[in-house]
């Protein structure tokens, strides 16, 4: 998850970079710099899906591992980045069908 956070803002430095090249005002380019950072990319839905069908598998590994939830580090990080009720909903949809993790990711 971190990755798409670190490509935007990677796209919002290279926009910031551009607008100063052409001699804008350093409030236009920080404007830029963050509206180029918030612009959804083609990807991110798939790689939301990836990391969270990843995390599933963590959590399972830790669960058949007879692990702690609480010291789970994926369980840990989709709880709070999730919630309680959207960890019960990934667990439930993963149970079914790993494929159509991918509806769960909102849309961008």
């Known amino acids: 998850m971190d990755g798409k956070d670190w490509l935007h803002g990677r796209i919002g430095d290279l926009a910031g970079f551009l607008?100063?090249?052409?001699?804008?005002?350093?409030?236009?380019?920080?404007?830029?710099?963050?509206?180029?950072?918030?612009?959804?990319?083609?990807?991110?839905?798939?790689?939301?899906?990836?990391?969270?069908?990843?995390?599933?598998?963590?959590?399972?590994?830790?669960?058949?591992?007879?692990?702690?939830l609480a010291k789970c580090e994926c369980f840990v990080d989709?709880?709070?980045n999730e919630g309680k009720e959207r960890v019960r909903q990934l667990m439930e949809w993963a149970a079914k069908d790993w494929r159509n993790l991918e509806q769960l990711v909102p849309a961008a």
């Open 78 to 80: 989709v709880v709070v």
């Open 19 to 68: 607008l100063d090249l052409i001699g804008t005002p350093r409030v236009v380019r920080m404007f830029g710099k963050e509206i180029a950072k918030r612009i959804p990319l083609p990807w991110d839905q798939q790689l939301v899906a990836v990391s969270r069908g990843m995390q599933i598998a963590g959590i399972v590994v830790c669960v058949i591992n007879g692990r702690d």
